[in-house]
Nanobody
Framework: QVRLVESGGGLVQPGGSLRLSCAAS????????MGWSRQAPGKERELVAS??????NYADSVKGRFTISRDNAKNTLYLQMNSLKPEDTAVYYC?????????WGEGTLVTISS
């Protein structure tokens, strides 16, 4: 079992930045995929960024603005979000995919508004 706890969400003005963190209850092998997804009101959940030992991937909508990283020593995943737009408003979820299943956190709300 893996417990994932997100933090760092909040209210930010357009153009601002936020850094989300996701603390895992145990080590996630670097070969396993970890990611950030988001779900806006009335929309389906979408994957915005993922990371493995082989590299990173981003949704086109966030490419160049968001950066995913992980600190394996701290069992923590990060999402640095810059140049935020109102359409980035959503609940952001952390995930970790092992050989058995995909684990999800409970999410952190990010609101972009002036």
């Amino acid at each position: 079992q893996v417990r994932l706890v997100e933090s760092g969400g909040g209210l930010v003005q357009p153009g601002g930045s936020l850094r989300l963190s996701c603390a895992a209850s145990r080590t996630i092998a670097s070969s396993n995929t970890m990611g950030w997804s988001r779900q806006a009101p009335g929309k389906e959940r979408e994957l915005v960024a993922s990371i493995t030992s082989r590299g990173t991937n981003y949704a086109d909508s966030v490419k160049g603005r968001f950066t995913i990283s992980r600190d394996n020593a701290k069992n923590t995943l990060y999402l640095q979000m810059n140049s935020l737009k109102p359409e980035d408003t959503a609940v952001y979820y952390c995930s970790a995919t092992t050989f058995i299943t995909t684990y999800w956190g409970e999410g952190t709300l990010v609101t972009i508004s002036s």
